[in-house]
Structure formats: C-alpha cells, structure tokens
C-alpha cells in the first residue's frame, strides 16, 4: 500500500523539504527521455512579505498531462505559489517556470496557454456573463464563443444575467468558464470548487479529467484532502510555506495515522496487538479494540480474523492526520495543537 | 487590444464622463450669460475693480476684467475650469489600474496574455481622450456664446485656453498614474495628486506677492498652464512642452513602477 520510491524515506520533516525534489527525479528524467519540458516547474521558489514567509524554497513539477493538488491549511502559501507562477507576485528568489520559460522574464504571451482561476474571485460586476467573457476573449485575441457556450451550458450558468447579480456559486461557475474557454493547455485553478453545489462539482472534475485526458496539465489548490483525492495524480503538501510532502494521494493516505474499531465476540486484551508493525496504539474497551494504525493492516486484520472479529470500522485519514503524520509521526499529543492551528 | 481597453473604461464611466463635460458646459453657461450686465456696466465695474486691494488683484491676475479675454480668463480659465481638468485627471489617473487592485479584478486583469504596460498604456490612452472630449465640448460652449455675445474672442484663442488647462489635467493624471501604480491604493493616489495641485496652486497664486516663491515659478504647473494666459496671448508651445513631458515622463515611471511591484490581492 505505501508506495516506496515516491519519498526518499520515512517521514519527512518541514523546512529541509523544500530543497529536496521529491518523485521529481523520476519526473525529470522522464522528461528528459522524451525531451519536452514540464508544464509548471517551481525552483527553490521563495516569496517574502517583508518578514512574513510566502513560500521558502518551494520546488515542483507538474508534468504534462498530470493532475498535481496544493494542498495545506489557510496561510501555507497555496495562493503565493499560484500567484507567483502567474507573474503577479515576483519572487523574492529562485524561480517560478511555465513550459520552461521563467514567467518573470518571458513576456506576457506565455501566459496564453494558461486559464487561472483565483481564490478570492473578483469579476466587473457591470457586466453581463456574456460581455465578461468576449471582454476576456478580446484581450487573449482569441474566439472563444463558441467554447464559453459550451461550458456555460454545461455548468448550467446564465451569461445573460448581470455579475453582480449572480450568487457566489454561479460567479465561480463563470469564473471556471473563462480558465477554461481558450482551451489552454495548463491550468491553475485556486480553491476551484469553493461555492459549488456537489452536482457542479461533479462536472467541474469531468471538465478536469478531460482536460487531462487531452494531455493538459493541472495544478489546483485547496484545503480539502477529499476534494483532491479522486482527481489528482500527485498531492503537494505546504505548510508553512515549505513543501511538506510531494506524493500519490494513496502514499499520502497509508502515511497518515488512521483509526480502526474492532468489535470482537469477547473480551479483548490489548496487549495481544501491541507487536504488530504499524500499530502504534491499541486500547481494550470490554469488546471492543481501538488501534491507532500506521501503513498496511494485513497482520492487524489477520490476527483479529483469528480472534474472531465481527467487525472492523475505519476512519479514513482527514487531511489534519495526514499532516500529523507527516511532521510528527503521529505523535497523538500533537494533535490537538494541529487541530488548532487548523481551525 | 489597446482600444478594447480604453473602450472599457469609457463605458464603464461614461457617467462620470457625461457629468463632468454637462458641469463644464453649465459652468461656461452661467459665466456666459452673466457677462452682458458686467460689458453694460463696464465703467463702474471698472473703478470698481480698481478699488480692489493690489495683492488681491496681482493674486488673481485680473487685469481688463471687462473685455471678453480678459472676463473668461478670470471667471472660467484661471481656476474652475483648471481645477475640474485636474479632478478628472487625478481620477483617471488614480483609478487607472489601482482602483482593480482594490476591487480584486486586477488578478484577472493581469494574468491575460497582456502586459502591464499595455493596461497602463490603454488607460492613459482613454485619460487622453476624456480630457480632449472635455477640452472640445468647452470650446464649443464658449464658441457659441462668444459669437451670441459678440465677445470678440477667436476661437482658436478658446481652443488654446481649452487644451492649456486641459493639459494641467494631463500632468495630474500623471501623479494619479504614478501613486497608484506605486501603492496600489486608489485613495492614496488621488489625495497626493489634488494635495499636490492644491499646493502648486497655492505657491502659483501668491509667487506675485512673496519674491522667494516668484524665483520657483517657471517650476510650477500652473504657471506653464494659467500663467500662459492662452485665451489673450495664444499657444505657448514652450509651457506646452513642459506639460506634456512631464506627464510623459509621469506615465513612464508609472509603467516602470507597475511592472517591478507585486499585485496586491
């Protein structure tokens, strides 16, 4: 279940991460083999507010054709990675690059082939939907009429209703519609599916899938674990502005402490799994058996086979316990600061 | 592209626009019609004025208040139609990209596959146009009521005096650009552009009557606008100049300064 090579080693710890290319080695040199650049690379990007840390030494890729997520709470440097990979912030070092070429330095013609979607979406509110999006369309020099029909139409968005007349969901769908209309080849989507209802959200990733099935690329952030975890190829962890972790949504998972409730037939002692490898707490409640587990559960679920367990519930990893695991190796007593933090 | 964003900014304050012109064409009006009884009663209006303290009438350059130049540079074109060019500047200027970073559009704006030079450009390009539709429709004003009145003022003279003020417009709009592109801030922008015209203003009208600050005259704005004198003595191509290229040289520094700064969000 862990997929071993995508990290160096074991748990990794804020602040050295961000020098360390993890999976990218593989990345780059698959890119090397077929000779074509990566869609978004991020090198030791470093962004400073004055005293305030941005982003430190953040390196990335996202290949083509892949899907990367940014995940990280509020305040991880999500945005200032975005942003920064778009030109409007210039970085305090390193570089950010699109297709190979530093964003800083190229002209604005690079961002041609890039739709981006920001956090905190703000659109001319005098305008109808229809007007916003030719607005847009001139100014990219490109006819995307037809393409911003689609879209609308498919995302259930009235372009004849005025912006500021639009609820915040429906000013999202017509901000998804404009990062998608001139079919770019990379996308950059902050907190895409905030204020979509779960139908949008559903054809907002098919959009996402096909976009990727036609060889795009995608770097999206948010703050949810599960929003991400159906869609993207590989999950970037921030925090702090540090790069936390760079791996499949499936390693992230196995990392993280999860939680499983055994119900047995009979009274049941502790003690009894203890010595299994990833288990890193058990405690006995009369019946039932709560583990705190790490990895793979094969010899947990074999021995309460054994023992004739009748059932066993897990918690799925939340993206704090991902965290958890990440920087303390699941040391329960720092949960409660993360969560806080969190919050 | 250009035009599609001046063309933008027309119609997003057109408004403001067609508020401003209708202001300086009611102001031109009001003046206008109130200048037969002053002709009318020139002679007593005369001794009047010259009854006026001597400060006061070096400050507010009146001289031949009674002639038609001489009434419209006094009631229109050595302050309220200066100071509306310059408030229509200032804000034009001060919301040409600073007013989007405040209201967030900016973030879109600026992640098109356009410069920032070109956004400033097309703005500069739309403040242009509004000061010269403003300069022109004051022209026509005071060209017909020249000609109704028979006030003996060419109108090339009116042109002049139009596009002399409007050009102190210009150069304000240039501090506008400048402040906004450096601080992102609207308000910021708008309150250095009306402080500093205010106190150009200020150092202009009492240069006759303090020595040190007639020395700094041929620094000053208004003197290169008002102290031309355009509506009696005509073009004056070297204050011109000066005008334009400090304005230039303004929007330079404002692209300059955009383009190094990070957009605010």
């Known amino acids: 279940m862990v997929a071993d090579g995508m990290l160096g080693n074991g748990h990794v710890v804020g602040g050295q991460l961000g020098n360390r290319q993890l999976g990218d080695g593989q990345l780059g040199n698959r890119q090397l083999g077929d000779g074509s650049e990566p869609a978004i690379a991020f090198e030791s990007a470093t962004k400073h507010y004055g005293r305030q840390v941005g982003i430190d030494g953040l390196t990335l890729t996202v290949a083509v054709g892949e899907i990367v997520g940014l995940l990280g709470p509020n305040g991880a440097g999500k945005t200032t ?20 070429e530093d964003v800083t330095t190229a002209g604005p013609r690079l961002r041609a082939c890039v739709g981006y979607l920001p956090g905190t979406l703000e659109l001319y509110g005098n305008l109808t939907g229809r007007r916003l999006l030719d607005y847009f369309a001139r100014l990219r020099r490109q006819d995307c009429g037809a393409q911003a029909r689609i879209l609308a139409d498919r995302l259930d968005l009235d372009l004849s209703r005025h912006v500021h007349d639009l609820s915040r969901g429906n000013k999202q769908k017509l901000g998804v519609v404009q990062a998608f209309m001139h079919q770019p080849r990379i996308l950059v989507l902050d907190e895409p599916t905030s204020g979509l209802d779960p139908l949008v959200q559903r054809e907002f990733e098919e959009l996402l899938r096909e976009h990727r099935a036609a060889g795009g690329s995608v770097l999206l952030s948010s703050h949810v674990l599960s929003e991400v975890e159906h869609l993207a190829d590989r999950v970037a962890i921030l925090e702090g502005g540090c790069l936390l972790a760079l791996q499949t949504v499936d390693a992230l998972r196995s990392r993280a402490l999860r939680s499983l409730e055994l119900d047995f037939p009979q009274p049941i002692d502790a003690k009894a799994f203890t010595d299994i490898p990833g288990v890193m707490s058990a405690t006995a409640n009369a019946n039932i058996l709560t583990c705190e587990v790490i990895g793979e559960e094969t010899e947990l679920i074999r021995r309460s086979v054994e023992l004739g367990v009748r059932s066993i519930r897990s918690h799925e990893p939340t993206l704090e316990e991902a965290f958890l695991a990440l920087v303390n190796g699941g040391d329960p007593n720092a949960a409660h600061h993360r969560e806080q933090v969190l919050a | 592209m250009l035009l599609t964003i001046a063309n933008r900014s027309w119609r997003d304050h057109w408004k403001a626009i067609l508020a401003w012109g209708l202001g300086l064409i009611g102001i031109a009006a009001v003046q206008l019609s109130v200048y037969p009884s002053v002709r009318d009663t020139a002679t007593s209006m005369d001794q009047f004025i010259n ?38 500047g200032a804000s034009w200027g001060a919301s040409a990209t600073a007013a989007e970073e405040e209201n967030g559009t900016a973030d879109l704006l600026f992640t098109l596959p356009i410069s920032r030079a070109s956004v400033l450009t097309a703005r500069m390009v739309a403040t242009v146009a509004v000061l010269i539709v403003l300069a022109l429709a004051l022209t026509a004003t005071l060209a017909i009521g020249v000609q109704l009145l028979d006030m003996q003022v060419a109108t090339e003279r009116l042109l002049a005096a139009s596009l002399t003020s409007a050009l102190l417009g210009l150069l304000f709009s240039g501090v506008g650009f400048i402040i906004g592109a450096v601080t992102g801030k609207k308000g910021a922008a708008l309150g250095v552009s009306i402080g500093i015209a205010l106190t150009a203003y200020l150092l202009f009208s009492l240069a006759p009557l303090v020595s040190g600050l007639e020395d700094a005259l041929p620094l000053n704005p208004f003197q290169w606008s008002v102290g031309s004198n355009a509506i009696s003595e005509g073009w004056n191509p070297g204050y011109l100049l000066r005008l334009a290229l400090v304005a230039l040289a303004l929007y330079a520094g404002s692209i300059l300064a955009l383009q190094r700064r990070d957009i605010t969000s």
């Open chain 1, 81 to 100: 990675a975005l942003r920064m990979l778009l030109g409007l912030l210039h970085p305090t070092s390193g570089r950010a690059l699109i297709e190979g």
């Open chain 2, 51 to 88: 009854q006026f303290p001597e400060p006061l009438k070096v400050m507010f350059r009146i001289s031949d208040y009674t002639s038609g130049p001489g009434y419209l540079s006094v009631e229109l074109f050595s302050l309220m139609v200066p100071l509306i060019f310059i408030a229509v």
